[in-house]
């Protein structure tokens, strides 16, 4: 029976089916008596697990409470995160970061999951696991998933379903898992193995379906044109964790909308793409309506000197999609992105400077469009000033009353 409960209401929890009771997760939860029902983790979508976990999340009025209250946090099925960049800072900066993203009321952290960063003047790239369960226990009010991890080379889909599945022990209805289909600095790098496109959108979906089997905490006995998986998972997750798959192309955004739980993009691609993934969601009986949409927003809290510094990072991206992603190194991504790409263009569609109002008119113009989570990227060294900044200035306005 697929589930009704809607993404929407948060203000209100829901049962995965009709007469279920709902569960209620929270920070002092133990794994429940039994395992949720085979079909219920198999047909589950994000619209449920948002309903519940979410409302959890959002309804604490105190980062040391222990269990649910009612939602008086962001608004009706509007959430805004900030993006925890493994490419430009170290695990212990991040976590300290995420800590003090959540004590400022962001709502969600995203976490990037790189084995080398796009460019080399980046200079970092831990582990995005390592860094969510780290700032879990110090941050108890923060949604926190990967945007993304690729679950088909440089991680088996098993593997990633374990992990998760333990992340989610640590932290109920918390958890959620972004995925997409890689980068070549990343998997080609750690593996010798960059696959054409097709293969690895055929790899993904057919990895979502074992790490959702997986979940269900039954025997698998799957042989697949990918990958053969004959295992039980002993400790399924404590609710189910809902799947954003990412997407930036018009093939990928449909693909998305027919496979995941929710989509992870740009803005750029929203704009241009958004039928592509409600068709695809359509597809599958799914309503996009009912759907998380996570887009990530770069910005920067300062003047132009400050936006030309945070471009230097992140020179890349007008052509990470476009070309660059099929580049195994760093050093060579950050060569062409000096020659090829303009200042100006890095920093397109940014809000650059300290006024609150432009700030706040970007994350609005974003929720107007259907965003329903829009994630806060500062590219700028001073991530503390960006928090500070969002906590004080931006955050107070899409925040309902008490």
Request: net charge positive; proline share 8%; glycine share 10%.
């Amino acid at each position: 029976m697929r589930n009704r409960g809607g993404y929407g209401p948060l203000l209100r929890r829901k049962s995965v089916d009709k007469g279920k009771k709902p569960i209620m997760p929270s920070d002092s939860d133990q794994r429940p008596e039994t395992s949720p029902d085979r079909r219920d983790l198999l047909k589950w979508t994000t619209t449920g697990a948002l309903a519940t976990g979410l409302a959890a999340l959002t309804g604490r009025q105190a980062e040391a409470a222990t269990a649910p209250g009612p939602s008086t946090g962001p608004m009706h099925r509007r959430m805004i995160g900030f993006m925890l960049a493994h490419e430009q800072f170290p695990v212990p900066e991040l976590v300290k970061l995420g800590v003090s993203a959540s004590r400022g009321g962001f709502d969600l952290l995203a976490l990037s999951d790189h084995f080398q960063p796009w460019q080399d003047n980046q200079g970092h790239a831990g582990s995005a696991w390592v860094t969510m369960a780290a700032t879990g226990a110090q941050a108890p009010r923060a949604w926190m998933g990967t945007a993304v991890t690729c679950p088909t080379l440089r991680y088996n889909p098993a593997v990633v379903a374990e992990a998760f599945s333990s992340m989610s022990l640590l932290y109920p209805g918390r958890i959620f898992l972004g995925v997409g289909s890689g980068e070549a600095l990343n998997e080609q790098a750690a593996t010798g193995e960059w696959p054409k496109w097709p293969e690895r959108w055929e790899r993904l979906v057919e990895a979502i379906g074992i790490i959702r089997e997986l979940w269900t905490g039954q025997p698998v006995d799957h042989k697949g044109k990918y990958y053969n998986v004959t295992a039980r998972l002993y400790d399924p997750p404590a609710q189910p964790i809902p799947i954003l798959t990412a997407a930036n192309g018009k093939k990928s955004m449909r693909l998305a909308g027919q496979h995941g739980d929710g989509l992870i993009t740009d803005p750029m691609s929203w704009k241009k793409f958004k039928g592509e993934w409600q068709a695809g969601a359509r597809d599958a009986g799914k309503n996009p309506a009912d759907m998380p949409v996570l887009v990530e927003q770069y910005v920067v809290v300062g003047d132009k000197a400050d936006a030309q510094r945070a471009a230097e990072y992140w020179r890349f991206g007008p052509k990470s999609w476009k070309s660059y992603f099929n580049v195994v190194d760093p050093v060579q991504i950050r060569e062409k992105a000096d020659a090829e790409v303009a200042y100006e263009k890095v920093t397109e569609g940014w809000p650059i400077g300290t006024d609150p109002a432009l700030h706040i008119a970007k994350v609005k113009e974003l929720f107007d469009s259907g965003v329903t989570i829009v994630n806060i990227h500062a590219g700028q060294p001073d991530q503390k000033r960006v928090v500070d900044f969002y906590a004080s200035h931006v955050l107070p306005a899409f925040k309902r009353p008490a």
